[in-house]
């Protein structure tokens, strides 16, 4: 185990120190719910400020042009190709994450005639099934659930498109993208993979992998504050030979043109759908520009040393407590999280958010810490464990006023 002065002089050494500086987190709190909701860029106010005075307020309609609102999408989009292994023309700025899988499985389907089978696997991130299962009932297809551990076994003739998640939402579990991508290519199938917890945490190579479609959540480690729009992801490759289900006017080939009948885009600019968010983008770029300014190899590298830190002082003390780690304790299988069951997690975590330690819970017990290394430190993650450690032993988080369930957690 490590001490605080070995905490300390991680930090101390950390390349990344001064980052913290660059967003708004309150004194005295340990921040780990990254994952679920970034923290604030600093710079955001300011550049908000600036597009709705500057260029809403004094340029008003001119602003699509002269400061190129139009292209944001694209812009941003680009921006994060380089956070997720994509090229330039790849990736696109747009709507939600649930929308952007809409979009893509029911390119797929469309595309992969005469196969009618979704595949993944049960407790998936829910608005992942859920959408695959009322695009099914439209397309009269087959969402096909299989356990992790027989889900290669499963692809076959019949399957159009296999949906995955990277980093699995609750245990923390890495998929071995380049492996089941392989795997569904060689039985003529295309894959999706929801990057939502893993795009500005770890290591992702989505042309490396030989990815087809992707898509992404543009408000947890991205830190594009709450509700930011998402992105999608389709390879060069396929984008002139899959249509979106949602053809919309930013879509079209001639937005402008105004004509009654529809024609989509070339590239990526077809997976456009509605007229985009304009200060939701503005916020989202702002913290996107901090990621690349940073070595990125390196960050992903002490993103996995918070979570063995972390492993490490917790399990010293886990099982006397009843806690289990959930999320694999290899670098190479998980994400940028760490999740340990207890019996009685949620008033355990409510506890720990009193007592300055911000995670999150998911049901039925499990407590989930997220390590964003742009702003999460190695002192955060000891005095963390040692905060959980106390509670456990003191067993404060008994009081009947912690098992009140809050609707958002």
């Given at each position: 185990?490590?001490?605080?002065?070995?905490?300390?002089?991680?930090?101390?050494?950390?390349?990344?120190?001064?980052?913290?500086?660059?967003?708004?987190?309150?004194?005295?709190?340990?921040?780990?719910?990254?994952?679920?909701?970034?923290?604030?860029?600093?710079?955001?106010?300011?550049?908000m400020?600036?597009?709705?005075?500057?260029?809403?307020?004094?340029?008003?309609?001119?602003?699509?042009?002269?400061?190129?609102?139009?292209?944001?999408?694209?812009?941003?989009?680009?921006?994060?190709?380089?956070?997720?292994?994509?090229?330039?023309?790849?990736?696109?700025?747009?709507?939600?994450?649930?929308?952007?899988?809409?979009?893509?499985?029911?390119?797929?389907?469309?595309?992969?005639?005469?196969?009618?089978?979704?595949l993944?696997?049960?407790?998936?991130?829910?608005?992942?099934?859920y959408?695959?299962?009322?695009?099914?009932?439209?397309?009269?297809?087959?969402?096909r659930?299989?356990?992790?551990?027989?889900?290669?076994?499963?692809?076959?003739?019949?399957?159009?498109?296999?949906?995955?998640?990277?980093?699995?939402?609750?245990?923390?579990?890495?998929?071995?993208?380049?492996?089941?991508t392989?795997?569904?290519?060689?039985?003529?199938?295309?894959?999706?993979?929801?990057?939502s917890?893993?795009?500005?945490?770890?290591?992702v190579?989505?042309?490396g992998?030989?990815?087809?479609?992707?898509?992404?959540?543009?408000?947890?480690?991205?830190?594009?504050g709450?509700?930011?729009p998402?992105?999608?992801?389709?390879?060069?490759r396929?984008?002139?030979?899959?249509?979106?289900?949602?053809?919309?006017?930013m879509?079209h080939?001639?937005?402008?043109?105004?004509?009654?009948?529809?024609?989509?885009?070339?590239?990526?600019?077809?997976?456009?759908?509605?007229?985009?968010?304009?200060?939701?983008?503005?916020?989202?770029?702002?913290?996107?520009?901090?990621?690349?300014?940073?070595?990125?190899?390196?960050l992903?590298?002490?993103?996995?040393?918070?979570?063995?830190?972390?492993?490490g002082?917790?399990?010293?003390?886990?099982?006397?407590?009843?806690?289990?780690?959930?999320?694999?304790?290899?670098?190479?299988?998980?994400?940028?999280?760490?999740s340990?069951?207890?019996?009685?997690?949620y008033?355990?975590?409510?506890?720990l958010?009193?007592?300055?330690v911000?995670?999150?819970?998911?049901?039925?017990?499990?407590?989930?810490?997220?390590f964003?290394?742009?702003?999460?430190?190695?002192?955060?993650?000891?005095?963390?464990?040692?905060?959980?450690?106390?509670?456990?032993?003191?067993?404060?988080?008994?009081e009947?006023?912690?098992?009140?369930?809050?609707?958002?957690?």
């Amino acid at each position: 185990m490590l001490t605080l002065d070995d905490a300390k002089a991680l930090d101390a050494d950390d390349p990344f120190k001064g980052m913290r500086e660059r967003f708004f987190l309150p004194e005295g709190l340990i921040y780990l719910d990254g994952n679920s909701l970034g923290a604030m860029p600093s710079a955001a106010p300011g550049r908000m400020d600036e597009v709705v005075r500057g260029e809403w307020g004094r340029d008003l309609i001119r602003s699509w042009n002269v400061h190129d609102w139009i292209g944001a999408p694209q812009r941003v989009g680009d921006k994060i190709a380089r956070l997720v292994g994509a090229g330039p023309g790849e990736v696109v700025v747009a709507d939600s994450t649930s929308v952007n899988i809409f979009k893509l499985l029911g390119a797929a389907l469309a595309h992969n005639v005469g196969r009618k089978v979704i595949l993944t696997e049960p407790g998936d991130f829910p608005t992942d099934l859920y959408i695959a299962q009322g695009l099914a009932a439209q397309f009269g297809a087959e969402v096909r659930v299989v356990e992790a551990e027989a889900l290669e076994a499963a692809i076959d003739d019949d399957l159009a498109v296999l949906m995955l998640t990277h980093v699995h939402y609750k245990s923390g579990r890495r998929r071995d993208m380049a492996a089941l991508t392989a795997a569904a290519h060689a039985k003529g199938a295309l894959v999706l993979w929801d990057l939502s917890h893993s795009a500005g945490a770890i290591a992702v190579d989505l042309n490396g992998a030989g990815a087809d479609l992707a898509v992404g959540c543009g408000y947890k480690y991205l830190n594009g504050g709450p509700g930011a729009p998402a992105f999608l992801f389709v390879a060069e490759r396929l984008q002139g030979v899959l249509a979106s289900p949602l053809t919309g006017w930013m879509g079209h080939a001639e937005p402008f043109a105004f004509v009654d009948d529809y024609r989509p885009a070339p590239g990526i600019d077809r997976f456009l759908c509605g007229t985009p968010s304009i200060l939701a983008l503005t916020a989202l770029e702002t913290a996107i520009d901090l990621f690349l300014e940073t070595d990125l190899i390196a960050l992903h590298a002490k993103g996995q040393g918070l979570c063995d830190l972390f492993i490490g002082q917790v399990s010293a003390f886990a099982a006397v407590h009843d806690l289990r780690l959930v999320t694999p304790s290899r670098p190479q299988r998980r994400g940028s999280h760490v999740s340990f069951a207890h019996p009685q997690g949620y008033p355990l975590m409510q506890a720990l958010i009193d007592h300055g330690v911000v995670g999150d819970f998911r049901t039925p017990d499990v407590v989930r810490f997220g390590f964003t290394p742009l702003y999460v430190g190695y002192e955060d993650v000891w005095r963390a464990a040692e905060a959980l450690k106390s509670l456990l032993e003191s067993g404060v988080w008994r009081e009947p006023r912690y098992a009140v369930r809050a609707k958002v957690t």
